[in-house]
């Protein structure tokens, strides 16, 4: 009889996809997440927690994504300066306004742990507002959604 092993990634075992999220009209929250669930690797069956068994993720037209209810004015990202009364709020639409790739990479990065290897996932997320990007030469796959808002991978 056979013992059976748990088998873990090595560091050698890894290798990343590159994938390409379309955003448009996307609610942000629930792109954000399945980004998250890409960046973080758990789509695959090699899944380690304690390795960055991710992969690389371009999300585009990041301009076009939709908000549930009445946070686009209602949401507030909040900041300090460190120095007395340097409390700064920005709604989501001025926050967009400015930069309309800060969103998606604020709220990916929420969902993201908070260590090392969280920033090291956070390093393999592109985004961009307009539908170019600039990874056509890694022959990215298209993650599509279907009815329910889930990804579906190819």
Do not use: C
């Not at 590159?18 to 669930?37: E, I, M």
Request: charged content about 25%; hydrophobic content about 35%.
């Amino acid at each position: 009889m056979s013992k059976q092993k748990t088998w873990t990634a090595k560091a050698a075992d890894l290798k990343g996809d590159w994938f390409v999220v379309d955003a448009t009209d996307q609610v942000l929250g629930r792109l954000a997440s399945s980004v998250a669930k890409i960046l973080r690797g758990k789509h695959k069956p090699t899944f380690t927690p304690h390795l960055n068994t991710g992969d690389h993720v371009v999300v585009i037209n990041a301009a076009k994504i939709k908000v549930s209810g009445g946070k686009l004015l209602g949401k507030e990202y909040t900041r300090y300066t460190g120095y007395p009364g340097g409390l700064r709020k920005r709604t989501l639409q001025r926050a967009q306004d400015l930069d309309p790739t800060f969103p998606v990479t604020n709220a990916v990065r929420g969902m993201l742990q908070r260590n090392t290897l969280g920033a090291d996932m956070l390093k393999r997320l592109r985004v961009y507002a307009g539908p170019d990007h600039g990874h056509v030469a890694q022959k990215p796959k298209v993650v599509t959604f279907d009815s329910r808002g889930d990804i579906k991978l190819g």
